[in-house]
């Protein structure tokens, strides 16, 4: 009976320490303040969109914010994100927002309102849209991943890059979320999102005390002088030239933009 006792008091001792040392299976990184948010959207019915789970994960890991939402909260989350990007901070922190399918629409919705509130939104990824989206000229990027012959669209828009992904292997509708090589590009996309700047100081008005005001000194006496002798005239200097060779390179940047183009609702398509 004593031996018993024993036994189960060693192995409660055991069970304690091996709570106390367990981990989780994937270490997390305290979140960067000056990191952007991070907004993932799933697709039709919340599950087949777990590609974004994924890579939520993955960028949590690296210190970013990041969480996972359904596409039919674009509403309520827009609202939450502007107010979250604007609390108590003299200048909006940035906002990245990430989709798939019906996810990928309420992403491109959801980054039009964001900036429409004055909230910066450097990067919008999307993965195969099934509606054809446009997406503001406020947002500084937008990487759509799809394949133009399935049910992905392109997305218009002044600063769009569409990836057509057709024929691209064993990648289709149901697993372009989920492809790692995709993962590791977008998470280097948000890495090297711009960051929010410090507001410069305004500079301080120059000190006037010391000198003294115009109309307190006395002019000096005028004296009168002969005239001088005729000085020579001085020669000219000659002209400086202003012409220049060096011309800067001229850039530009493509995409096709339709001017009237309506955003479409987010939950209105019939893929996931």
């Known amino acids: 009976m004593k031996f018993s006792r024993v ?13 106390s040392f367990a981990g989780p ?7 960067n303040p000056n990191q952007p948010r991070v907004y993932l ?20 890991a690296r210190g970013i ?21 604007s609390a108590g901070k003299r200048r909006p922190s940035p906002v990245i927002i ?4 019906l996810g990928a629409d309420a992403a491109v919705t959801m980054g039009n309102r964001v900036t429409a509130a004055g909230v910066p939104v450097p990067l919008v990824v999307t993965f195969d849209p099934v509606t054809a989206m446009t997406a ?21 828009g002044p600063r769009v890059e569409n990836i057509d992904l057709t024929g691209s292997g064993a990648l289709s509708h149901f697993n372009i979320d989920k492809a790692t090589e995709l993962h590791s590009k977008v998470i280097a996309m948000v890495q090297r999102a711009p960051r929010p700047v410090a507001a410069k100081p305004k500079p301080k008005p120059a000190d006037a005390v010391g000198i003294a005001p115009a ?6 006496a005028v004296i009168p002088a002969a005239a001088p002798a005729a000085l020579p005239a001085a020669t000219p200097a000659p002209a400086a030239s202003t012409s220049s060779s ?26 996931n």
């Open 7 to 19: 036994w189960a008091a060693c192995l409660a001792v055991v069970a304690v320490l091996a709570l």
């Open 25 to 31: 299976a994937q270490a997390q990184s305290k979140p």
């Open 41 to 60: 959207l799933r697709g039709l019915a919340n599950i087949f969109s777990l590609g974004m789970d994924d890579l939520a994960a993955k960028l949590r």
């Open 65 to 85: 914010e990041a969480s996972v939402h359904s596409y039919v909260d674009l509403e309520t989350l827009s609202r939450y994100a502007v107010e979250q990007a």
């Open 98 to 101: 990430i989709g798939h399918s």
């Open 136 to 156: 503001s000229p406020k947002i500084g990027k937008v990487v759509n991943y799809y394949q133009a012959g399935g049910s992905g669209k392109a997305v218009s």
């Open 215 to 220: 109309a307190a000194v006395s002019a000096p």
């Open 246 to 271: 060096l011309q800067p390179a001229a850039t530009t940047e493509t995409a096709s933009a339709p001017s009237a183009v309506p955003t479409s609702p987010a939950g209105t398509g019939t893929s």
